[in-house]
């Protein structure tokens, strides 16, 4: 093929193809899991979530083989009124339907000359007959799925259906307390939380610190420590996680807040110190100067003159501390494993644990994600400012 | 390394550095250079670091003395019967699996966020094109993989509720279990990886893209270079330092990868990689020895990336 033939050929992809095609990647996983978050359980176990739209359950077969005598709505028969409860509760399983079709009503056939549906079919037409009864409500769209998922319920109907029932599961009080139950998203959502600030909050005041240092003090070897520093960024977790957790199990830190803000902190500090030292690098020389030359100290150039001009990389780097922190599973695992379960070890353990409760899943892998979604569509700007300065983390 | 002097007024006593360098140096020494000295020592050590890795030798069978934790981390997955069985054996392993992550998950990454940077260059929604491709960066990787997991999802015969098999048994194809088929399996991994970092690897290039300047561009357009020919010879050339870059950080991200692996298989069905492996050895097994033996290998395949990561920095300073 020749040169002029392999450009005609680039120049004739539809580019915009290409770029709705990848957006459209991009979105679709994420779109169906929040979809699939919204659904009743019932439901996502029986059809995938792009049938969301698609007729309820059951009413198609309802329509073939039920509407002609009982009518659309089914009142039709007024002494066998389908949206009546207390008569659908007699027939809440397909094999009591069936049994009921196959019966004689006033000495003709149920279903008079028609054919009797199979099992599947007459479990569809429960199904439709329990919906617009209102024995069981399977509406569209429902929040249950997050509810059970914040306190945690493991039983088999939902969180409601049974505190409505006074039946609730032994872990389950139905108030306010079950916020907090350890097997909940709602629990783990504090705990992340209480893990997240100060482990965001301590990396940057220290690199503050040190990356003044690095940027306006003179001293011995500043270059070289310099160049370490950049060495240790890619340094990986795993390497400094089997001592620590020795250490760790000797103090009595191993489970507790502390210890895992002290490790995000010592972890976090290269990248931190690098982005800070290199920030504060930028700013004018003149400015400090003339701020000695006025007799301020190193102190009071640094946090009159140095903090608040280094905001906007202050902010840049609290974005990316929040979400590392936020988002990391390895040290949540390794440091604080069951006892203080965050969000991320919840998932995790919910994906061994439960197989495929996907409603579960999804609702509480989309909470997990609320947070970081607020704070990157928020602050992307800085965000991406502060990984254009310095691309390695982690 | 050019420092740059610092101005003769602003040196206030010797001292004074550092207070403000304490903090961070203690606790990067407690939390980084003291933990990783430990783990080469106990790395030679037995499995709770009580005697030398040489007393777990079994008699009778392979065994490297105060190696025995290395000879463990680098033979236990292979099977040497033959060439034709260890090349399996190891293509399967932890370190076949993460060389298959590299390559894929690095070129996937890197051309596809070229291609993107590249494609929406100047179209009218171009940031907010570019968020969508980024937002999985904001969210985490556990996040990622329950969402993949879901795309990937096996059903039963009569539903398939995972969009992949629901695609391929609507064309008439048989669903696959794309978590529990070996070969097939990592790769579907990587696709998660990809799905992730792309966006990251899109912003960096994209700004690199736009700090050509575009009379370069306009003088090989007037002169008759053709738009293929302007990418390659012109815009490629300029780029390619922030590529290396790009390049250079994927692979250590790709070597440090774990969650996605953890959550989605947690290693099993052969997609154990090397970072997954270290935790195993470590947290399930409770071996220091042979869980830091592993984390060592770790460090040995990143060093040339340390090593790159200090030269770049230091020919940064130099142009300062």
């Known amino acids: 093929m020749s040169r002029e033939k392999i450009n005609a050929f680039f120049a004739r992809i539809p580019r915009n193809f290409v770029i709705l095609l990848m957006i459209v990647i991009w979105v679709v996983p994420t779109f169906g899991l929040m979809i699939t978050s919204l659904r009743p359980v019932q439901s996502i176990n029986r059809s995938g979530w792009w049938t969301i739209l698609n007729a309820p359950t059951g009413s198609r077969e309802y329509a073939q083989n039920c509407a002609s005598c009982h009518g659309e709505d089914g009142k039709l028969i007024a002494a066998a009124d389908l949206t009546d409860p207390a008569l659908i509760k007699q027939f809440d399983r397909s094999i009591l339907l069936l049994a009921s079709l196959n019966k004689e009503y006033n000495g003709q056939p149920h279903m008079g000359t028609q054919v009797v549906p199979g099992a599947q079919m007459a479990a569809d037409i429960v199904v439709h007959l329990k919906n617009v009864s209102g024995v069981e409500k399977r509406p569209r769209v429902t929040f249950n799925n997050y509810v059970d998922a914040l306190v945690g319920y493991r039983g088999t109907r939902t969180y409601v259906d049974d505190c409505n029932a006074g039946t609730p599961p032994l872990d389950i009080n139905c108030n306010l307390s079950d916020l907090l139950n350890p097997r909940g998203m709602g629990r783990a959502f504090v705990n992340s939380l209480l893990v997240t600030i100060p482990a965001t909050i301590l990396p940057i005041l220290f690199a503050a610190l040190a990356g003044y240092a690095f940027a306006w003090l003179d001293f011995k070897g500043r270059m070289l420590l310099f160049a370490i520093l950049v060495g240790l960024q890619v340094v990986p977790l795993q390497m400094t996680m089997v001592p620590i957790s020795r250490v760790y199990a000797q103090l009595g830190l191993n489970g507790t807040f502390l210890g895992v803000w002290l490790f995000h902190t010592g972890f976090g500090m290269p990248y931190a110190i690098y982005l800070m030292r290199n920030f504060l690098g930028t700013l004018p020389r003149d400015l400090f100067e003339s701020a000695y030359l006025d007799g301020a100290s190193h102190w009071t150039a640094f946090y009159r003159l140095a903090i608040p001009l280094a905001l906007p990389a202050i902010a840049s780097l609290g974005i990316f501390q929040f979400l590392w922190v936020w988002n990391d599973l390895l040290v949540a695992l390794v440091f604080l494993g069951s006892t203080t379960p965050v969000m991320t070890y919840q998932i995790a353990n919910m994906v061994s644990s439960l197989g495929a409760g996907w409603h579960l899943l999804t609702a509480a892998a989309f909470l997990s994600m609320l947070l970081p979604m607020v704070v990157f569509f928020g602050l992307q700007r800085y965000f991406v400012r502060g990984m254009l300065a310095g691309a390695v983390k982690g | ?269 052969n997609t154990d990689v090397i970072a997954n492996r270290m935790y195993t050895e470590m947290y399930i097994n409770f071996n220091t020895g042979r869980g830091t033996a592993v984390a060592i290998i770790l460090v040995i395949a990143i060093i040339p990336f340390i090593y790159l990561n200090i030269r770049r920095f230091i020919a940064q300073e130099e142009m300062r």
């Open chain 2, 1 to 269: 390394m050019a420092a740059r002097p610092v101005p003769r007024i602003m040196q206030q006593g010797k001292l004074a550095p550092f207070y403000y360098l304490a903090p961070a140096l203690i606790i990067m020494f407690f939390f980084i250079v003291y933990p990783m000295f430990n783990t080469v020592q106990l790395s030679f050590l037995n499995n709770n670091g009580t005697a030398s890795a040489s007393a777990t030798c079994v008699d009778g069978r392979p065994c490297w003395g105060v190696f025995e934790n290395y000879r463990y981390a680098l033979t236990a997955e292979f099977n040497s019967g033959s060439v034709k069985a260890f090349w399996n054996s190891f293509w399967l392993s932890s370190y076949g699996n993460t060389i298959k992550w590299i390559i894929f998950m690095v070129a996937g990454t890197v051309i596809l966020g070229l291609l993107f940077a590249k494609l929406v260059d100047g179209i009218k929604n171009e940031a907010l094109a570019k968020s969508i491709l980024f937002m999985p960066m904001a969210i985490s990787f556990v996040g990622a993989g329950v969402i993949w997991k879901f795309m990937y999802s096996y059903g039963t015969q009569q539903v398939q509720t995972g969009l992949l098999n629901a695609i391929i048994s609507a064309i008439g194809g048989r669903p696959i279990s794309f978590m529990t088929q070996p070969v097939l399996n990592t790769y579907a991994l990587v696709v998660v990886g990809i799905w992730i970092w792309t966006g990251f690897c899109m912003t960096i290039l994209s700004s690199s893209l736009k700090s050509v300047p575009d009379e370069i561009i306009e003088a090989a357009r007037v002169d008759g270079a053709t738009e293929w020919n302007v990418f390659w010879k012109i815009i490629m050339p300029i780029i390619m330092p922030t590529v290396i870059v790009v390049v250079t950080t994927m692979v250590i991200n790709v070597l440090k990868q774990f969650d996605i692996v953890y959550v989605m298989t947690g290693g099993n069905y």
